[in-house]
């Protein structure tokens, strides 16, 4: 039969515990806790714990009444200490979600996940999570897919992982392509490429400039013949030349308006470097020499006239393998020209920014 003592002591054992969790509800897990007060204090309160522990086990009802009044006194001291050592208390961001017609609370951390435990106590089909939880549960391959996309373009959303792709048999991973294809070579690798967005500014000083080269270009017997298509022709180049400008951070590009004659050599040739910028409208291949002597930056111009993707360099051996006349729509442009389709083979321009950064 249970004595007053006996009474007592589970009393005061139900009151420290209770008090125990609101104290880590308010100011978060331990590890928080103790960063915030300190490692004396954490030695001083760890010693309590452990004198309580052991008198629990093999002391008397009085010992341990007594024990029990101490480590309510050193929960006190640790609230009284918390809040004056400037942190607030656990204060949780929380947003509700509906998702696969399930209701999921989220907050940002582990630690503010009992207060909303607490709260919801009464609705037993809410699910609680925290942002730290979820990203437990992510996937090393996705967070790897993430960090990598991350760097090329902030703006990657995965709405949806659909596992069943994985599970496909072999056979069909080795299912013919059209290896000239835009949607194979361009299309399907266009999130992976570096995006570059032009002001209105940007865009106007390149048809200012272009309106004035085209006055002096008109004068020369190869863009006589199609004065509109040069125009147009210049924008797109000049605008994907800006494009690498403000990715390099580096000014190359020559304002001056003269005879073709006096303009030879790469268009970073100023930079000390032996390469051209190559662009396209979406939808097109660049065009190149049957035979090149220099590598290329390959941009592809988004169809809403702003955004320039730059996919890459492409050294002179890759651009005199990978070309086909088939693929240059203009009769005239085929007779000189090739079309570049090995988008999928370009060196990362990341290395080339690197290399002038480092050799600066």
């Known amino acids: 039969m249970k004595t007053y003592l006996d009474e007592s002591l589970e009393t005061k054992l139900c009151e420290l515990r209770t008090y125990e969790a609101e104290s880590f509800e308010k100011w978060g897990s331990r590890k928080r806790i103790f960063k915030m007060l300190g490692v004396d ?26 024990m029990v009044d101490m480590m309510l006194r050193a929960f006190v001291a640790l609230n009284k200490k918390c809040e004056e050592s400037g ?102 690798n266009l999130h992976n490429y570096i995006k570059i967005t032009l002001s209105d500014d940007d865009l106007d000083r390149v048809v200012k400039f272009a309106d004035r080269c085209i006055v002096q270009k008109s004068k020369e017997k190869h863009h006589k013949d199609d004065p509109r298509g040069t125009r147009k022709r210049f924008i797109t180049g000049y605008q994907g030349e800006v494009a690498i400008e ?41 065009l190149v020499p049957n035979r090149n002597k220099n590598s290329e930056i390959v941009v592809v111009k988004h169809l809403n006239g702003k955004d320039f993707y730059i996919c ?8 005199n393998k990978y070309q086909s006349k088939s693929l240059v729509h203009d009769i005239n ?23 002038i950064e480092d050799h600066d």
């Open 312 to 319: 890459g360099i492409a050294k002179k051996e890759m651009l």
């Open 333 to 355: 442009a085929r007779k000189r020209k090739s079309a570049f389709y090995g988008y999928r083979y370009l060196k990362p321009i990341t290395e080339l920014k690197k290399w």
């Open 87 to 188: 942190y607030i208390m656990i204060q949780p961001n929380t947003r509700c979600f509906n998702f696969d017609k399930k209701t999921a609370l989220i907050c940002d951390t582990d630690d503010e996940k009992p207060i909303l435990e607490k709260i919801h106590k009464n609705e037993p089909e809410m699910m609680i999570f925290s942002i730290e939880e979820l990203l437990r549960c992510i996937p090393e391959d996705f967070m790897k897919a993430k960090e990598l996309l991350s760097k090329i373009d902030r703006s990657v959303n995965f709405k949806r992982i659909r596992h069943e792709a994985f599970k496909q048999e072999k056979t069909n991973k080795h299912q013919e392509f059209d290896d000239k294809s835009y949607k194979y070579q361009v299309e399907d």
């Open 41 to 66: 204090f954490e030695i001083k309160f760890c010693r309590a714990e452990t004198m309580l522990r052991d008198t629990l086990y093999k002391g008397k009802v009085k010992e341990k009444l007594k």
């Open 246 to 286: 403000k990715f390099l951070e580096k000014k190359f590009i020559d304002w001056t308006v003269g005879k073709s004659d006096y303009y030879v050599g790469s268009d970073l040739s100023v930079l000390g470097l032996n390469i051209g910028v190559k662009t396209a409208q979406y939808g097109n291949f660049i």
